[in-house]
């Protein structure tokens, strides 16, 4: 059972506030933290240079200890040709984090690397978590290798009554669209997408997606679920970009899972088997790690 976990920080500096809220709210949960990362000297928008964060991503990550991210913000990306994916797959671990984080997920699934969890991070979520049933809930049998589902009610949905089975990928869309076109994407065939993003105006959005078209990797998915999108816009601008987006693709396309830059939020294994079903309502089941 997994009761500590190592401290990475392959993107972003935290504000020393939240560094300091970090330990103790991990504490109060039960998880020990262990803080390699403060030895790094942070620059103006990265934790630390791109060495310094791929050396200290890759000896923890080979330390066979669990790893969380401090945060998101950007440069994973930056480290994506620097590290070592043949030494990496030697270990089997777990990777926790979101946002920034996507590369990371997107890159390991590629590379054959298990396991990792879009999930809530030490210095970010974890620093304000009071009563989230449903987060921390989702957090522990993710990271516990536990079952789950969860029902919900969308307010945009392109086809119903189906039930469709796939990989999870979970991931933010803007990160997605970062990294189309290189070596580090994994095959979304068949594959079950969940979408969200935080501070994008409305015609970003579909920029974005009209992106994933053209890379035709909506084509590709047995379904698409839309997540939260934070300050992107309402709803009713989102689901009509929603709605033209489906007519590109064969795949049902569904919104309304609390999934993304937001509390509540679950935390969603990358790469599990899982189930999409969708009559009245709708339920993600999470079957196989």
């Given at each position: 059972?997994?009761?500590?976990?190592?401290?990475?920080?392959?993107?972003?500096?935290?504000?020393?506030?939240?560094?300091?809220?970090?330990?103790?709210?991990?504490?109060?949960?039960?998880?020990?933290?262990?803080?390699?990362?403060?030895?790094?000297?942070?620059?103006?928008?990265?934790?630390?240079?791109?060495?310094?964060?791929?050396?200290?991503?890759?000896?923890?990550?080979?330390?066979?200890?669990?790893?969380?991210?401090?945060?998101?913000?950007?440069?994973?990306?930056?480290?994506?040709?620097?590290?070592?994916?043949?030494?990496?797959?030697?270990?089997?671990?777990?990777?926790?984090?979101?946002?920034?984080?996507?590369?990371?997920?997107?890159?390991?699934?590629?590379?054959?690397?298990?396991r990792t969890i879009s999930g809530i991070m030490a210095a970010a979520e974890f620093t304000r978590l009071p009563?989230?049933?449903?987060?921390?809930?989702?957090?522990?049998?993710?990271?516990?290798?536990?079952?789950?589902?969860?029902?919900?009610?969308?307010?945009?949905?392109?086809?119903?009554?189906?039930?469709?089975?796939?990989?999870?990928?979970?991931?933010?869309?803007?990160?997605?669209?970062?990294?189309?076109?290189?070596?580090?994407?994994?095959?979304?065939?068949?594959?079950?997408?969940?979408?969200?993003?935080?501070?994008?105006?409305?015609?970003?959005?579909?920029?974005?997606?009209?992106?994933?078209?053209?890379?035709?990797?909506?084509?590709?998915?047995?379904?698409?679920?839309?997540?939260?999108?934070?300050?992107?816009?309402?709803?009713?601008?989102?689901?009509?970009?929603?709605?033209?987006?489906?007519?590109?693709?064969?795949?049902?396309?569904?919104?309304?899972?609390?999934?993304?830059?937001?509390?509540?939020?679950?935390?969603?294994?990358?790469?599990?088997?899982?189930?999409?079903?969708?009559?009245?309502?709708?339920?993600?089941?999470?079957?196989?790690?």
């Amino acid at each position: 059972m997994i009761k500590s976990f190592q401290l990475v920080a392959p993107a972003g500096k935290a504000s020393d506030e939240n560094l300091e809220l970090a330990t103790p709210s991990m504490k109060a949960l039960g998880y020990e933290l262990k803080k390699d990362y403060f030895s790094y000297k942070p620059l103006p928008y990265l934790a630390a240079s791109d060495e310094e964060r791929a050396r200290s991503l890759s000896e923890a990550w080979s330390s066979g200890e669990a790893v969380i991210c401090l945060r998101g913000g950007y440069g994973c990306t930056r480290l994506l040709d620097l590290l070592d994916w043949e030494q990496l797959r030697k270990t089997s671990n777990l990777l926790i984090g979101h946002s920034d984080i996507s590369a990371l997920h997107l890159a390991f699934l590629k590379h054959g690397l298990s396991r990792t969890i879009s999930g809530i991070m030490a210095a970010a979520e974890f620093t304000r978590l009071p009563d989230q049933a449903l987060t921390l809930s989702s957090f522990e049998h993710g990271v516990q290798q536990e079952s789950f589902q969860y029902e919900w009610v969308p307010s945009f949905y392109s086809s119903i009554n189906y039930k469709v089975s796939g990989k999870l990928i979970p991931v933010t869309l803007s990160v997605l669209c970062s990294m189309v076109g290189s070596q580090h994407l994994p095959d979304f065939s068949e594959s079950i997408l969940i979408l969200e993003d935080i501070n994008e105006v409305p015609y970003k959005v579909d920029r974005m997606l009209t992106q994933l078209k053209l890379a035709n990797i909506p084509q590709l998915c047995a379904a698409i679920i839309m997540g939260d999108f934070n300050n992107c816009g309402s709803e009713q601008e989102l689901n009509r970009i929603f709605i033209d987006f489906a007519k590109s693709t064969k795949a049902p396309i569904i919104n309304g899972l609390p999934f993304g830059h937001c509390l509540p939020r679950l935390n969603l294994p990358v790469g599990a088997e899982v189930e999409l079903n969708f009559h009245s309502t709708a339920t993600l089941k999470i079957i196989r790690y």
